[in-house]
């Protein structure tokens, strides 16, 4: 899962691109970023949400898996869905269903250890670009899903719903647009955590994953991270409260560069 990073500047903003029948590790959608500079000191909130990510929801919703309802399993997508045809029995549906939350959790730590990186393709470092690729495909790798042999009924899945999910991504992204006051709303929290733990600019960083769900939800999988329903990004009554949850959270994690 491949956080959009951008620092705030004259190049902020879209930034996507699709082949047919390909996945691009690039692929960004509504972001923002947001960063006030205090001498060399700044504070930072990113918002964006990923081809991989709705990917992996689609074959949740489109061959009808039903994982554990825990909390860190997100609502059905937000429309448009097809229904993948994938020949399960039941057995293989309750096999694959499980090992579904799995994969899902397994990307959401992928996107965790990357959510302070640059985007692809942004690295200077070929030897960084490659890692970055590799730790991905070691979790998602379109079209052949190598990476889920070990759940040949998951495996069959993700490749029967492969290419609607592109379709999906390519054509019914529903990012939220209320998402233009949010540098307004970061500046107020950053600030308030700023005065009230006494902590410089550099210590108050976080990164939000927003997912085009169908009903409010939010999650926070890492300090510093948070993962929310579109409709979450777009109201600043309950944006505010999750990014100051992401904001304190991220206190106990020194940020990269900052020693």
């Excluded at 923002?32 to 990917?55: C, D, I, N, R, Y």
């Excluded at 929801?57 to 909390?71: E, S």
């Excluded at 097809?82 to 399960?88: D, K, R």
């Excluded at 992928?110 to 470092?125: A, E, K, N, V, W």
């Amino acid at each position: 899962m491949a956080a959009c990073t951008d620092r705030a500047g004259p190049s902020g903003g879209h930034h996507s691109g699709e082949r047919e029948r390909a996945w691009i590790p690039s692929s960004c959608w509504g972001r923002l970023s947001v960063m006030k500079t205090a001498g060399s000191e700044s504070w930072s909130v990113t918002v964006g949400g990923g081809q991989m990510e709705h990917a992996v929801l689609y074959v949740r919703d489109a061959c009808r898996l039903i994982p554990p309802a825990d909390a860190d399993n997100p609502p059905p997508l937000a429309g448009g869905i097809i229904e993948a045809e994938t020949s399960l029995d039941p057995r293989d549906l309750a096999d694959a269903s499980d090992a579904w939350l799995r994969w899902w959790r397994r990307i959401v730590r992928l996107d965790c250890t990357t959510s302070h990186l640059p985007p692809y393709g942004r690295q200077t470092d070929a030897n960084e670009r490659g890692a970055r690729l590799q730790a991905r495909e070691a979790v998602f790798d379109p079209p052949a899903f190598a990476s889920l042999m070990d759940v040949p009924s998951l495996q069959l899945a993700a490749r029967q719903a492969n290419r609607a999910a592109l379709g999906w991504w390519s054509h019914g992204r529903t990012f939220a647009a209320g998402h233009r006051s949010h540098g307004r709303d970061a500046k107020v929290v950053a600030e308030e955590m700023i005065d009230t733990y006494q902590v410089s600019p550099a210590r108050v960083h976080a990164t939000i994953f927003v997912l085009s769900v169908a009903r409010e939800w939010s999650f926070f999988p890492a300090p510093g991270v948070a993962m929310c329903s579109a409709s979450v990004i777009a109201d600043s009554e309950l944006y505010g409260p999750l990014l100051r949850r992401a904001f304190e959270s991220g206190l106990s994690r020194t940020p990269p560069g900052v020693d």
